[in-house]
């Protein structure tokens, strides 16, 4: 079965400095792999996505996501953090015809220091 | 244009009674799927509905169901509650059914906070 896992609970980064949140998964076929941020009461919005090609992908907001097979991992990157990005951050994968759905990481409460 | 619609946002129930929530898909959308969100457990996959049939469903008791309407709105109903029952339930509509095609990007609503007493 596929797994997602977000080894930092907590990350606390101060405004304009960079972020790296890690995200490992387990799957045992080509993973098509997501990055979701949650804010305070709403839903999930989708950053970016990897299903093939570049393994480096662009999102919306400033954030990118690199896909390195060798290691399983999926790590979201943004040079300069801004205080609106204090959320929830959610890793998943989805595997071949999305049987199980998305799987989730447990996520990553990012916390912007001023 | 409208984004996906839960109702109710929040509500509170006891401890044997039945719960239905609603999702209203982004308009053209076929796909809707369901999830759970506690503290413990995270994000889990309850189930997806396609053109009104079943297709996909997540490693829940048969307590949980749902079902998709000919346009496209659906519901999941819990029966029998639980307090571990108590979470947010979130809903997400998508063009086409699967997580899996790239150009199919899947929508979340704003969730429906239940809670268990």
């Known amino acids: 079965a596929q797994s997602v896992t977000q080894p930092d609970i907590h990350i606390t980064v101060s405004e304009g400095a960079s972020l790296e949140l890690r995200c490992n998964y387990s799957?045992?076929?080509?993973?098509?792999l997501f990055w979701y941020v949650q804010s305070p009461g709403q839903g999930l919005q989708l950053l970016l996505k990897?299903?093939?090609?570049?393994?480096l992908v662009q999102g919306i907001k400033g954030f990118e996501a690199e896909f390195k097979r060798s290691q399983s991992s999926f790590n979201l990157r943004k040079p300069s953090v801004h205080w609106s990005d204090a959320a929830e951050y959610f890793c998943?994968?989805?595997?071949?015809?999305?049987?199980?759905?998305?799987?989730f990481g447990k996520g990553t409460h990012l916390i912007i220091q001023p | 244009k409208a984004g996906v619609t839960q109702t109710p946002r929040y509500l509170i129930k006891t401890r044997g009674q039945q719960v239905t929530l609603s999702c209203s898909p982004i308009?053209?959308?076929?796909?809707v799927s369901w999830y759970q969100q506690t503290p413990g457990q995270g994000l889990q996959f309850l189930f997806e509905?396609?053109?009104?049939?079943?297709?996909n469903k997540g490693n829940f008791p048969g307590r949980f169901s749902g079902r998709q309407f000919s346009n496209s709105r659906s519901e999941m109903n819990v029966s029998t509650l639980e307090l571990g029952d108590s979470a947010l339930y979130l809903c997400a509509s998508s063009l086409e059914g699967g997580q899996t095609r790239p150009g199919n990007t899947i929508y979340f609503g704003e969730g429906s906070w239940l809670t268990v007493v």
């Open positions: 308009s053209g959308h076929r796909s």
């Open positions: 990897y299903f093939s090609g570049d393994t």
């Open positions: 998943a994968v989805a595997g071949a015809g999305g049987a199980d759905g998305l799987t």
């Open positions: 799957y045992g076929a080509t993973p098509y």
């Open positions: 509905y396609f053109s009104e049939t079943q297709r």
